[in-house]
């Protein structure tokens, strides 16, 4: 299977020093293009556009970035419960068809319950999770059906919907899910088709992707993976280290919960449980897997770094594909300056890298 590399853009240029967030802020039209326009040039796949509770829409954003691309899709987070399924659907399969296909789900259930009642909605998350199954079911039926349907659920009843426009691709966009709660995995065995995993050492990510295999066969479904990563390169390999030590000090200058004697945040989700367990076991994992960042930032989002040279990195993450992750989500803590150096020097490497593995397997 050939390699999906997909990275994440911003709306506003970030401050200085090393940035955890892209999305936060305003909104910049210029900036946004010219963001969109580099990862188009560096040869990303897809583009994640993210979601908060403050944050500009993600869908208006994604066709602001799409019209001034030639081939990039976009990777766009959607949390169900704030529109109708119905509507949903109908929405991304216009989207589809109005980008010529370049266009995948990110279903998320969102990871604060405090940020979500910022938007209206008191729903546990595990309450969350069974709802967005159910959210993504009717979508199905409006993607696939052709005469009317009705449908009776604990949280959403239709009666007669239909929908005149179908997905451009075939049965639907790909549906991405992450996390690590048990109502998380459910929802995504059944039901999605990219289990997407923050950066964890290689024994745990062989382990995790079997256990979600078998429940997912017990569906008859085959998913594909995902794994994110933030790679700090340089030339040098002693380079890299000292690169992501000032990373290291400048996330800490900014006030996050990470200097030895300051106060530790609670993670935010099961995801975030299992990446600080991790750094707890060690700074350092399958030589390159770096986790201090990650402990820094309470494992807010993928913060878990590869650190080396290009050439190291690129074998780091084939380590991973090796294991059956064809897909990995990249970003740097310079994001519009490191999504210009993944282009000229990982990116090249990892392709060819994976296109040897598959030519091998195929031999």
Not at 158 to 164: I, L, S, W
Not at 285 to 295: N, Q, S, T, V, Y
Not at 299 to 319: K, Y
Request: aromatic share 10%; proline share 6%.
């Amino acid at each position: 299977m050939p390699v999906r590399i997909i990275g994440m853009i911003g709306v506003t240029p970030p401050g200085s020093g090393a940035s955890l967030h892209v999305i936060k802020g305003g909104i910049s039209p210029a900036y946004l293009r010219d963001f969109a326009r580099a990862h188009d040039d560096a040869d990303f796949d897809l583009a994640l556009v993210g979601y908060t509770a403050s944050s500009a829409e993600g869908f208006l954003v994604a066709q602001h970035a799409a019209a001034h691309t030639k081939r990039l899709g976009f990777l766009i987070a959607h949390r169900p419960g704030f529109v109708a399924p119905t509507l949903a659907a109908r929405k991304i399969a216009t989207f589809d068809h109005l980008c010529d296909g370049r266009l995948a789900i990110h279903i998320i259930a969102g990871a604060s319950d405090a940020e979500q009642h910022g938007d209206g909605d008191f729903a546990p998350k595990e309450e969350r999770y069974r709802r967005a199954a159910e959210y993504i079911e009717v979508m199905k039926r409006s993607w696939s059906d052709d005469k009317r349907f009705d449908f009776a659920g604990e949280f959403y009843r239709v009666r007669g919907a239909r929908a005149d426009v179908k997905p451009l691709q075939k049965p639907h966009p790909p549906l991405f899910f992450g996390g690590s709660s048990e109502g998380a995995l459910a929802m995504g065995a059944k039901h999605c088709d990219v289990f997407a995993m923050f950066g964890e050492p290689l024994a745990a990510t062989k382990e995790r992707m079997a256990e979600f295999r078998a429940r997912a066969a017990q569906y008859g479904r085959s998913p594909t993976f995902n794994m994110s990563f933030r790679p700090i390169i340089a030339a040098s390999e002693g380079a890299a280290w000292d690169k992501a030590r000032a990373y290291l000090a400048a996330i800490q200058g900014q006030g996050e919960p990470s200097a030895p004697s300051g106060p530790k945040k609670a993670p935010l989700d099961h995801s975030a449980q299992r990446i600080l367990e991790f750094a707890a076991q060690g700074e350092i994992h399958d030589e390159r897997l770096w986790m201090p960042i990650a402990e820094a930032s309470g494992a807010v989002g993928n913060t878990t770094c590869l650190v080396g040279t290009p050439e190291q990195v690129s074998n780091a993450l084939l380590q991973y594909y090796r294991l059956g992750v064809h897909s990995f989500l990249i970003r740097g803590f310079d994001p519009f300056n490191d999504t210009i150096e993944f282009g000229r020097e990982l990116i090249p490497r990892l392709r060819a890298g994976a296109a040897e593995l598959d030519k091998a397997a195929a031999a």
